[in-house]
């Protein structure tokens, strides 16, 4: 069985400032990694995945996480935030291709 | 618009009551999924069908049942709905294969009172 550890559950930053979101994983097959972001009452969207090939992922508005296997990590960065960024993010694993394995999100908070 | 659409999008029920919440997506994909999310925010999985097929099942009690009459549909049925029952319900769908993402529905917030 995967699991997902995300050791932040919430993030308060200043807009402009960077962050770090972080997630590490537990595994003993290989497995897809995914970032997705749920906004208030909303569903979750997804933010960017590795799957395989290069480490490093980014997503079009300008999160970037890298995929670390021998630390068993996936986090994720942004290096300047917008108030528009504030939300819960949540980390997965697959295993399967099939069910998702989520941690227990980060709220991140943006302020100006 | 290409997408995971549920209903209702909420759900005020009294404990005892029998419920359904509806799943539609048009993408074309081959499995859905429901997960559950509770006030904690924490997301599970619940039921996954591929090519309307019952594939991941966990541990779920009876009274919850999903039904697939086709790829594009999955519904969730919930028999004597009870107070832990409350929460919001995400369907997803994905494409088996390589392309492993899953697209999220907006929710269904049920409340039992």
């Known amino acids: 069985a995967q699991s997902v550890t995300q050791l932040d559950s919430q993030v308060p930053v200043f807009e402009e400032a960077p962050v770090e979101l972080r997630c590490n994983y537990s595994?003993?097959?290989?497995?897809?990694l995914f970032w997705y972001v749920q906004y208030p009452n909303q569903g979750l969207q997804l933010l960017l995945k590795?799957?395989?090939?290069?480490?490093l992922v980014e997503s079009i508005n300008g999160f970037e996480a890298e995929f670390n296997k021998s630390q068993t990590s996936f986090h994720l960065r942004k290096p300047s935030v917008h108030i528009s960024d504030t939300a819960e993010y949540f980390c997965?694993?697959?295993?399967?291709?099939?069910?998702?394995?989520f941690g227990k999100g980060t709220s991140l908070l943006v302020t100006p | 618009d290409t997408a995971v659409s549920q209903t209702p999008k909420y759900l005020v029920t009294q404990m005892g009551n029998d419920k359904s919440i509806k799943c539609e997506q048009n993408?074309?994909?081959?499995?859905m999924y429901w997960y559950k999310q509770d006030s904690k925010k924490f997301l599970k999985i619940m039921f996954s069908?591929?090519?309307?097929?019952?594939?991941i099942n966990e541990t779920v009690p009876n009274r919850f049942s999903p039904k697939s009459p086709d790829k594009a549909h999955l519904n969730l049925h919930i028999n004597s709905l009870e107070l832990g029952d409350s929460a919001v319900y995400f369907c997803?769908?994905?494409?088996?294969?390589?392309?492993?993402?899953?697209?999220f529905g907006p929710g269904t917030r049920l409340t039992v009172l």
């Open positions: 997803a769908s994905s494409q088996s294969g390589t392309r492993v993402e899953q697209f």
């Open positions: 595994s003993s097959v290989s497995v897809y």
């Open positions: 590795y799957l395989s090939g290069s480490t």
């Open positions: 997965a694993v697959s295993a399967s291709g099939y069910a998702l394995n």
């Open positions: 993408l074309g994909h081959d499995t």
């Open positions: 069908y591929n090519n309307k097929e019952l594939i």
